[in-house]
């Protein structure tokens, strides 16, 4: 599986952002795709993560109600919509696939996306 994502770039505080993440290679059915976050000097976060199968989602706790996640199945492309950005959101955004545990367990990881959040 090969993950490309998008949608990175500057914002200021209380802006919006929608990242994308276009997999390819092979079928993307039985996975999920997530979406996780590593913050300067911080440890990698997960953000949330939506079912290929059934579309069932699942986010972390704190970004529940400012972030959505969704897919168009079509294209293969996952997205993820960002809300009401704080300057606390900046970090390198990365997309996976898994099909294991949607938010801890990924095997394929696409290349970061950089989110800047100005204050």
């Known amino acids: 599986v090969q993950l490309q994502a998008s949608g990175g770039g500057l914002v200021q505080a209380g802006g919006s952002l929608r990242l994308s993440c276009a997999a390819s290679?092979?079928?993307?059915?039985?996975?999920?795709m997530g979406w996780f976050r590593r913050a300067p000097e911080k440890e990698r976060e997960f953000v949330a993560a939506?079912?290929?199968?059934?579309?069932?989602?699942h986010y972390a706790d704190s970004l529940k109600g400012r972030f959505t996640i969704s897919a168009d199945y079509a294209k293969n492309t996952g997205y993820l919509q960002m809300n009401s950005l704080k300057p606390e959101d900046t970090a390198v955004y990365f997309c996976a696939a898994g099909s294991r545990e949607p938010t801890s367990a990924y095997d394929y990881w696409g290349q970061g996306t950089l989110v800047t959040v100005s204050s």
């Open positions: 939506i079912s290929w199968r059934n579309g069932r989602t």
């Open positions: 290679g092979r079928t993307f059915y039985s996975y999920y």
